[in-house]
């Protein structure tokens, strides 16, 4: 279903074919929500089928052909009243997190190496965030232009603010992320020094 709506709200901003909509969904939505190429195009074919979208046949080159959708109201209605409900939070699977509550099986290089992984997937999607946010509220996103063009002046600055709110939410998030990993492997070096001093009192001597 948000795949769906996610491509209702990329068709918002302009027509599109199958492919723009492939490349548009990387460069903005696919940040927020994920979804394989693969699952596009037949995403697309039933939006039309419901009435959600209209397909049109253009020119690709001098012989080709290819279909460029566009929104119809009835997909205008149906976006209208997805945003409208409340949307109830749920709990997430984090194997991670999963894997973290167990780190007693683990050697402490493998847990080192896991929560390494951890911070730095999140140092890099944080970099990504914040770049998209600036990008965002600088109005250099190609696609948010083509969206302003279609609203009203007054309602542009809303536009631009919503979607750079949307962004700092999983800036906060990486943030957090990083600082969890930075924690464990705090923990495992005080675990580390705690049970290095136990051995070494433990010896003849000590």
């Not at 999140?122 to 969206?147: F, G, W």
Request: glycine letters at 6%.
């Amino acid at each position: 279903m948000s795949l769906r709506m996610a491509l209702l709200a990329l068709l918002a901003a302009q027509p599109m074919t199958g492919f723009d909509a492939m490349r548009q969904f990387d460069a903005s939505v696919g940040y927020l929500w994920q979804a394989p190429h693969t699952q596009i195009y037949p995403e697309l074919r039933k939006l039309e089928v419901a009435g959600l979208v209209q397909g049109q046949e253009v020119p690709r080159g001098e012989h080709a052909r290819k279909r460029r959708y566009s929104l119809t109201e009835a997909g205008r209605e149906q976006l209208r009243a997805w945003v409208e409900e409340v949307e109830e939070p749920r709990r997430e699977r984090d194997p991670t997190r999963l894997k973290a509550a167990y780190f007693e099986w683990a050697s402490p290089q493998a847990a080192r190496a896991q929560l390494e992984a951890h911070a730095r997937y999140h140092r890099d999607a944080l970099a990504s965030y914040e770049k998209q946010r600036e990008d965002i509220l600088a109005r250099r996103v190609p696609l948010l232009l083509a969206r302003l063009e279609r609203t009203p002046p007054g309602e542009q600055d809303g536009v631009v603010e919503f979607k750079a709110f949307a962004y700092s939410g999983f800036i906060a998030r990486a943030r957090a992320e990083v600082e969890w990993a930075q924690e464990g492997l705090r923990l495992l070096d005080r675990l580390h020094k705690e049970r290095s001093e136990g051995e070494a009192a433990e010896q003849p001597g000590a």
